[in-house]
């Protein structure tokens, strides 16, 4: 056989001196699928979601490499995938289509890589070159790149050399091989090159996603060398997507060598709110290549001067849930959750927007509605709260993208009056149902009982008046952007009272307003007390027993609130990419339940 051959073929029965023969039929062999053309370039965003391109090879142990769009592709829509495997350890392979190259000629493999790891157990990948599409003619091949000890929580160039030895087809594989249940480890755009003598890359924008008017934002811009001669005199800038005027710009005098990289830390003060679109751009003399000068556009929230932002949640927080603030997997639920005045940290304010925190397997869209009230109430193990006094804030399609995202939701203005607040979340009921749509959220065994949610199957569901339901001590992590609003900037300090019952020691106090736990610090001397608590408890109340040599023991307690920036931070909120692919789910069932169907 050859490339594109048309081999034609029949069937013919024979009885005796009888033969009849059927209708010839064809075929053609495939066309050589042998690159001739530099650079080569495959982003895996021309291909079905879950495969691999045409021609490419898979090796599969664990699970195998796949087109994924919920990891955060460094290009849109999707990067080369390799997830997790509970139990069997990472041994798979994604190899190229066959590339002809020549001897002695320099080519430069490039590709871009994120593999956060997991929980301190970091990923291991490496890049292989052979004759051949197996396993054994990689591994026989040249090592071009091999990391055992990869937590790279965003995404990274990674470039390197090669020069053939002859004249020939070659093979590129990489080779996932991480022990199991760690995360996943992606791959984007990859390019092989021949390199020019000068040629640098913008390869990478981040930095702060947000910030307020008239205050500095930092971004860094990761520019990589893809020439063959070190460059000690560029310009990097940060430009606006909309009219592509300059942020800022830096000027380079150090050396940048062949095949490095290095991140440029820049600094803009936006005049506008809104959501500005940005993009890194880098300029030398003589570039040989321009159309790598600049980075994918980075969307930047800039919140007005007077806006307080109040963030609730652990921003480092692993844990995920089907079933709050918004249920997708059953066709109805209600939700329920209390966020507490220490949490808020304000005496008042108007609240015109709230994020949630998604992590959807894909893209989804669903009707849904908020409603708010100013309570009284510090949790929800007894029942849900009435009815009475609350206000709808949004009634509307609530967007989901792929992956992880901070999803900004305009609400009609609420009046929060300083005390804790009440939300409750339902879905407009559409006879159907989804799974893989996930929501952060973050345990709290200090204040129990803060989230109630109730779903099934039906359409017959009252959000107005649920009866039963599941408490949690999990709640949803939540952006509140108020403005204006009067923040908490200090909290009183305790005044405690000290008393022995019986052989132990009793140390008291008032509860302050807004101080979300307490530091109890101990010593023998009442005038050198150390920086480091001794407890922290989030009551009024502390008992300790004495040890047997304690022969006299001063108490200092101090209140402390929920977060040290009385305004809110942009920073303060979790850092999406380095959660994307492990999480850990609560409140799910334990058995998921037979679905008949299934609506995307």
């Known amino acids: 056989f050859a490339y594109d051959d048309r081999w034609n073929w029949t069937v013919s029965a024979v009885a005796g001196a009888t033969e009849v023969i059927a209708d010839s039929r064809w075929f053609v062999i495939q066309s050589d699928p042998t690159n001739y053309d530099y650079p080569y370039e495959e982003p895996f965003d021309e291909i079905a979601l879950g495969a691999l391109p045409e021609d490419w090879t898979l090796i599969d142990y664990s699970g195998g490499w796949q087109a994924a769009e919920n990891i955060g592709p460094y290009s849109l829509p999707y990067a080369a995938t390799i997830y997790y495997n509970s139990t069997l350890a990472k041994d798979d392979w994604m190899i190229t289509l066959p590339m002809y190259m020549e001897e002695s000629t320099l080519y430069n493999v490039s590709f871009m890589l994120k593999a956060p790891g997991w929980d301190g157990t970091p990923e291991a990948l490496a890049l292989h070159v052979g004759d051949a599409p197996t396993v054994a003619a990689m591994t026989a091949g040249t090592t071009l790149y091999d990391n055992n000890a990869l937590e790279v929580a965003d995404w990274i160039n990674v470039t390197v050399p090669f020069t053939p030895a002859a004249d020939g087809v070659y093979y590129f594989g990489w080779h996932a091989y991480s022990v199991a249940d760690v995360d996943y480890i992606a791959v984007d755009d990859v390019m092989i090159f021949i390199p020019e003598d000068v040629d640098l890359a913008a390869t990478g924008i981040s930095g702060d996603g947000g910030g307020f008017v008239g205050s500095p934002i930092s971004t860094t811009i990761t520019v990589t060398n893809l020439g063959t001669t070190g460059q000690s005199s560029y310009t990097v800038y940060v430009k606006d997507a909309a009219d592509d005027s300059i942020l800022d710009q830096f000027e380079e005098t150090v050396e940048l060598g062949s095949l490095d990289s290095r991140d440029h830390v820049l600094s803009w003060t936006p005049t506008v709110d809104g959501t500005i679109s940005i993009y890194g751009e880098v300029v030398v003399t003589g570039d040989a290549n321009l159309a790598n000068n600049t980075t994918g556009t980075m969307d930047v929230v800039v919140f007005t001067a007077t806006t307080v932002l109040a963030y609730v949640g652990d921003p480092a927080t692993t844990w995920v849930s089907s079933a ?111 799974s893989g749509k996930r929501w952060l959220i973050t345990d709290n065994l200090n204040y129990t009982n803060r989230t109630r949610f109730y779903r099934e199957d039906s359409e017959f569901v009252d959000h107005t008046a649920p009866v039963g339901g599941t408490t949690s001590n999990y709640v949803p992590n939540i952006l509140f952007i108020l403005d204006p609003a009067t923040p908490i900037t200090s909290i009183a300090a305790p005044e405690i009272t000290i008393s022995n019952v019986g052989s132990d020691v009793s140390v008291d106090w008032d509860l302050v307003p807004y101080a979300y736990s307490y530091e109890v610090y101990t010593s023998d001397d009442p005038y050198v007390f150390g920086t480091v608590p001794g407890y922290t408890v989030y009551t009024n109340n502390l008992t300790v027993t004495p040890g047997v040599d304690d022969v006299r023991e001063f108490f200092k307690v101090t209140s402390a609130t929920y977060r040290t920036d009385y305004r809110g931070s942009v920073a303060n909120r979790p850092v999406l990419a380095a959660k994307e692919g492990k999480l850990r789910s609560a409140d799910a069932p334990a058995v998921p339940k037979v679905r008949a169907r299934l609506s995307k």
């Open 324 to 434: 709050y603030p918004f249920d997708m997997y059953y066709e109805d639920f209600v939700a329920e959750t209390i966020y507490l005045s220490s949490e808020m940290m304000m005496t008042s304010g108007t609240i015109n927007a709230l994020a949630y925190y998604n992590y959807f397997d894909a893209a989804h869209t669903r009707p849904v509605q908020i409603w708010m009230k100013n309570t009284d109430a510090n949790d929800l193990a007894a029942s849900w709260l009435d009815w009475t006094g609350y206000v709808p804030v949004f009634d509307g399609d609530l967007v989901g993208p792929a992956g992880f995202n901070e999803i900004i939701i305009p609400i009609t203005p609420f009046t929060y009056t300083g005390g804790n607040l009440a939300i409750r979340t339902s879905r407009t009921w559409q006879g159907d149902w989804t």
